[in-house]
T-cell receptor, first 115, second 115 residues
Framework: AQTVTQSQPEMSVQEAETVTLSCTYD???????LFWYKQPPSRQMILVIR??????QNATENRFSVNFQKAAKSFSLKISDSQLGDAAMYFC????????????FGKGTTLSVSS | GAVVSQHPSWVICKSGTSVKIECRSL??????MFWYRQFPKQSLMLMAT?????????EQGVEKDKFLINHASLTLSTLTVTSAHPEDSSFYIC???????????FGPGTRLTVT
């Protein structure tokens, strides 16, 4: 069975600084997708970034980038130039290549941003 | 981007009554939708997978007679909490899977309070 582990329950960062959130996963599949979701106080789940396992290049979305290490089964999220609006709970998620299967979530990391 | 709505956003009901939560994909068809439950500061817990035109698949430990799921069309899934009790109070989130982008899109969630 696939599992997703986020070992940092809480992280903090100062405005304009950089922070990295960790995520590891376990799977026997070779083709899959990884995601980072943000859940602000409104509790709406927002997709931050997505990575296809077959792509070697790390995904980037503006200030958000990932470090995808397939062999190590690691998928960390780097937030550059942190902003107050980045404060939220962040979830790492995995989905296999079979269409219609549910996302498997990690336990989440609560990120606080201070000015 | 794809939009998923949920209604109601907040509902208060008395113990012993039933409440129905609707999840709609507004601009795409979804053969598969998912229902999650989330407690404060915790991750999303998958309750069931809802497939259009067929019975839902429930996760282990989820009472299917208590949480009735119906996916009658390609844009609507409903979750009915029957004979609700205070311990059913929680935040319920649905998501819809879009085949073309291989992504899940989340509704804004429904806060259920049972008094």
């Amino acid at each position: 069975a696939q599992t997703v582990t986020q070992s940092q329950p809480e992280m903090s960062v100062q405005e304009a600084e950089t922070v990295t959130l960790s995520c590891t996963y376990d799977t026997s599949e070779s083709d899959y997708y990884l995601f980072w979701y943000k859940q602000p106080p409104s509790r709406q789940m927002i997709l931050v970034i997505r990575q296809e396992a077959y792509k070697q290049q790390n995904a980037t979305e503006n200030r958000f980038s990932v470090n995808f290490q397939k062999a190590a089964k690691s998928f960390s999220l780097k937030i550059s130039d942190s902003q107050l609006g980045d404060a939220a709970m962040y979830f790492c998620a995995f989905i296999g290549n079979q269409a219609g299967t549910a996302l498997i979530f990690g336990k989440g990391t609560t990120l606080s941003v201070s000015s | 981007g794809a939009v998923v709505s949920q209604h109601p956003s907040w509902v208060i009901c008395k113990s012993g009554t039933s409440v129905k939560i609707e999840c709609r994909s507004l601009d795409f068809q979804a053969t598969t939708m998912f229902w999650y439950r989330q407690f404060p500061k915790q991750s999303l817990m998958l309750m069931a997978t809802s497939n259009e035109g067929s019975k839902a698949t429930y996760e282990q430990g989820v009472e299917k007679d208590k949480f009735l799921i119906n996916h009658a069309s390609l844009t609507l899934s409903t979750l009915t909490v029957t004979s609700a009790h205070p311990e059913d109070s929680s935040f319920y989130i649905c998501s819809a899977f879009r085949d073309t982008s291989y992504e899940q899109y989340f509704g804004p969630g429904t806060r259920l309070t049972v008094t």
